[in-house]
């Protein structure tokens, strides 16, 4: 016989046009009857938690996601988790994104393995969202992103272009090959400055292991692309100053970010025990209160239903190469990985994070921004 919490779980799902044991690729399958129990105590953990340990599965994790967020089922789970308020209150009281932690991101993440993210990510090692609009394949997709970010700021040859969290050195190579620019980019990930570096050999580009905290100097242009996300609320205010300071009297500042609809200090804690350690999305209100008296705000572009697209593709990749990849990886990174990207891009397709593209100036450009008409989605 089901239990009560059992029942009211199913009842909560069914109301979803999800159906436990059901046929469709959104339905889920239950092989553990502790499913529940788990689910109702731990919250959003346990549900990452128990599918990496094969209690459920579903055929197609982005739809179910999709039908969960857009009923903000998450929500309501979070409020009733005793888990998520323990979460909410460390985050107000403890910094997680200081000097002394800011390296952690890079060796929980972004040092498992070059060989992963170069048989998941296009031929540029570029981990950000991809701009579609006529594009077919990832690596194009990539690519009118790159320089689609030239273009926002205006890159001329010789300009001098400090990249805050530079990943593989995408776009430093990009714009230093396609328009002749002097790159200076910065990350927390050793993996990424090794690989980095010998990606740019013999073009103008220099990468660096720093935190942003420590940058100096100036440059014609700044652009950070999937960083801000390690920022942190209380220190978006630190890392656009940095960034004001960095910035030349007549230079463009892009801020390429996840971001989310509504403020807040924490993030999911799955996404924080085993993907992005330490990580929030920011909101419009806290990027643009941060920003006061720093910035003027020349153009703001939303493109986050790119990253749906983006995701999936990554995932394709993922699979198609698990036969190379699992002889490194073993089944539970696998079920993390795939339960990562495909929660990521039902988040998107739901339209709960969004795609965000900000370009500051210090003083205001003199007349309109001139690029805004050629970048509509």
């Known amino acids: 016989m089901a239990s009560k919490t059992e029942k009211n779980i199913q009842s909560i ?90 390296f952690i991101i890079g060796k929980r993440h972004y040092d498992i393995g070059n060989y992963l993210f170069s048989m998941m990510l296009d031929k540029g090692m570029n981990y950000a969202c991809g701009f579609w609009k006529n594009a077919k394949t990832l690596d194009e997709a990539q690519e009118a992103k790159l320089d689609l970010i030239c273009r926002k700021i205006g890159l001329m040859p010789g300009m001098t272009v400090l990249d805050i969290g530079c990943g593989w050195g995408g776009f430093a190579k990009y714009a230093a090959e396609k328009y002749g620019a002097n790159v200076y980019g910065i990350t927390v990930s050793k993996e990424q400055v090794e690989f980095a570096n010998k990606f740019c050999r013999g073009l103008d580009v220099k990468i660096e292991l720093k935190d942003y905290r420590a940058l ?5 242009r700044i652009v950070s692309i999937g960083m801000f996300e390690h920022v942190g609320c ?26 989310r609809n509504t403020s807040a200090d924490s993030t999911d804690p799955w996404i924080d025990k085993y993907i992005f350690p330490n990580s929030m999305l920011p909101s419009a209100r806290q990027i643009t209160s941060a920003s006061e008296g720093l910035f003027v ?25 698990w036969a190379q990849l699992k002889e490194t990886y073993d089944e539970i990174f696998y079920r993390m990985w795939t339960y990562y990207l495909l929660i990521s891009a039902g988040s998107f397709r739901s339209r709960r994070n969004q795609l965000w593209q900000i370009v500051f100036s210090k003083k205001g450009i003199k007349g309109n921004y001139a690029y805004r008409d050629q970048f509509s989605i």
């Open 234 to 259: 209380k220190n978006y205010g630190t890392f656009l100053n940095v960034a004001h300071q960095c910035l030349k009297a007549d230079g463009l500042f892009l801020l390429h970010a996840i971001a």
């Open 297 to 321: 705000l020349e153009d703001w572009h939303s493109f986050g239903q790119y990253y749906d697209r983006t995701l999936m593709a990554w995932y394709n990749n993922f699979t198609k190469n």
């Open 13 to 102: 799902l069914t109301n979803l046009d999800i159906e436990i044991n059901g046929s469709r690729p959104w339905d889920i399958q239950i092989h553990n009857p502790g499913f529940y129990e788990r689910i109702l105590s731990g919250g959003s953990l346990a549900l990452g938690e128990s599918y990496m340990d094969g209690w459920w599965d579903c055929e197609a994790l982005d739809q179910f996601f999709k039908k969960i967020l857009d009923a903000r089922l998450d929500n309501k789970i979070k409020m009733n988790s005793i888990l998520y308020l323990w979460v909410q209150l460390k985050a107000k009281i403890i910094n997680a994104q200081t000097i002394s932690r800011a």
């Open 216 to 220: 100096k100097g100036q440059f014609d």
